[in-house]
């Protein structure tokens, strides 16, 4: 079985400092990481994913995570933050099997940058 | 190329009562997933389906939910005999292939059902 753990309900950070948004994950073979956005009465967003590669993966909106395979974390992280980054975030999972791409998530982290 | 579409975007029912949520994948995607996020919760798995058929519905309470996606016309979530623990946010999400996808799924805006 497949988990996803977001240690942080809420984090909290000053607008222009650095973020860091904890994923840590437990799956049986390699891992397919992504990490999507939600805001109020929205859907989903997506902000990147870790197929295979580089570590260290950049996706929209200046956001980007680093794959730690012996840490078996995906932290999703930004240089700068700013108050419109404001939202839920989830990180999810998924294991390639004869299922598809079935994802399972964290239970996510409320992000506030105030001003 | 219009997104995943969900509609309603809000249902309210009263106990005992059918709720039908309905989802149209996008253009070319053949694959379509329902997730249900209870409120302050993250999502969790329900359904997957390709066309006409019920690939994995693992997540889905054997009771009372139903899910397809017919040849022709969206994918429909049915719920019978609705209970207040069935309100939650329903999503959908749709990708263009299966097996060998590594793309991300895209989500629809959601249903939000209230059951009163």
């Known amino acids: 079985a497949q988990s996803v753990a977001q240690p942080e309900d809420q984090v909290n950070v000053a607008e222009g400092n650095p973020l860091t948004v904890k994923c840590t994950y437990s799956v049986s073979g390699n891992p397919y990481l992504f990490w999507y956005v939600q805001y109020p009465n929205r859907g989903l967003q997506f902000l990147l994913k870790y197929i295979t590669g580089d570590n260290l993966v950049k996706g929209s909106y200046g956001f980007e995570a680093e794959f730690n395979k012996s840490q078996t974390s995906f932290h999703l992280k930004k240089p700068s933050a700013l108050v419109s980054d404001s939202a839920l975030y989830f990180c999810a999972v998924s294991l390639f099997n004869n299922a598809g791409n079935m994802l399972t998530f964290g239970g996510g982290t409320r992000l506030m940058v105030k001003p | 190329n219009a997104g995943v579409m969900q509609n309603p975007r809000h249902l309210v029912r009263r106990r005992g009562q059918e709720a039908r949520l309905r989802c149209s994948p996008m253009k070319g995607h053949s694959h379509v997933y329902w997730y249900r996020q209870l409120p302050e919760e993250g999502l969790k798995f329900m359904v997957y389906?390709?066309?006409?058929?019920?690939?994995?519905e693992s997540g889905m309470p054997k009771e009372r939910f139903s899910a397809e996606f017919p040849k022709e016309g969206p994918s429909i979530l049915r719920i019978q005999q609705v209970v207040r623990g069935d309100s939650a946010a329903y999503f959908c999400?749709?990708?263009?292939?299966?097996?060998?996808?590594?793309?991300?799924?895209?989500f629809g805006p959601g249903t939000r059902l209230t059951v009163l």
């Open positions: 389906l390709q066309k006409e058929n019920i690939i994995d």
């Open positions: 999400a749709s990708s263009p292939f299966g097996r060998e996808n590594y793309n991300e799924q895209f």
